[in-house]
C-alpha cells in the first residue's frame, strides 16, 4: 500500500511538474539552436548501389558542436562503413527536429520504403520530459513496429543509447542527479526492448572523456565525441546491412 502510494504522490508531481519541464525543453532547444554549428545537411542523390540508411530523430544531435561535416558522427559512420562494405554510402533524412519517441511514431517517412537499415537517435527531449520508462518502453515498441510496417521486416534497426546529458554545460546544475537517473532508465529499457526483437540492436554510448571538460565548454573536443561516437555506432549498423533484404543488388563498381 505505502508503495502505491508513493507512486501516486510521484505521478501527481510529474503532472503537475509537466508544463514547466516544457518551458524547459523550448528553452534548452533555443540555447542549442543558438549557440552551434551545423553544417548544412546534404540533399544529393544516392549513387547507384549504395547503402541507405535512415536516420531517424534529429539531424542536431549527430552534428551538433563542429562546423565541418567530415567531422560529424555521421560522417565518420559513413566512412566506417563503406570502408567495411565495399560500396558506396547514402544517409536519409527525415528532416524532423527533436523528437519524443511518441511523436516520430505519428511521423512515417517516404523514405523508409527504400531504406536498407535506420538508425533511431531520440530520447534527448524524453528525458527532458522526464518520460517515464514504461511509456517510453510502449512508445518505442510502437516506433519499430512502425519502422517494420513501412520498410519490411528484414530492415536492420539500431537504436542508440543516450549520452550523459547530465554531463553537459546547458544542463541546469541542481538537476543534473535527475537528468543522469533518468538517462539511465531510458538507456535500460532501450537495451531490454531491442534485446527482445529481431533484427535490432541497441548500442550504448562510448565512455566519452570527462577530464577535458564537460560538452560546450571551449577546452571540450567535439570532434573527438563525434569520432568516438561514429566509431561505436558503424560495426552495428554494418551489421544491420549484413542483414538487408537488398544485400544482393550491384555496387556502383559492377557492369
Known sequence: ???????????????????????????????????????????????EGADRVLLLGSTDAVRVGVIRDELTTLSHISAHVAKDRDRPFAWAYTG????????????????????????????????????????????????????RSAAGNPCGIVVAGLAPMDQFRYTARFGRRRIRRQVDRLNQTSARVAARISHCQYVPPPAFPQAQGRPGDEQYSWALIHRMWGATLAPAIITALNGSRRDDRPTSSTP
Do not use: C, K, N
Not at 524524453?126 to 512508445?139: K, N, Q, S
Open 1 to 47: 500500500m505505502r508503495t502505491e502510494t508513493t507512486e501516486f504522490l510521484r505521478q501527481l508531481m510529474w503532472w503537475f511538474a509537466r508544463p514547466v519541464l516544457h518551458v524547459r525543453l523550448w528553452y534548452f532547444r533555443t540555447l542549442v539552436g543558438d549557440t552551434v554549428y551545423l553544417p548544412p545537411v546534404g540533399v544529393a542523390l544516392p549513387p
Open 96 to 147: 524532423a527536429p527533436v523528437l519524443t519517441a511518441r511523436q516520430a511514431v505519428r511521423r512515417s517517412p517516404v523514405e523508409l520504403r527504400t531504406a536498407d537499415a535506420v538508425l533511431v537517435v531520440l530520447g534527448f527531449s524524453d528525458v527532458l520530459l522526464m518520460t517515464d520508462p514504461d511509456r517510453w518502453e510502449r512508445d518505442l515498441l510502437r516506433l519499430i513496429a512502425a519502422i
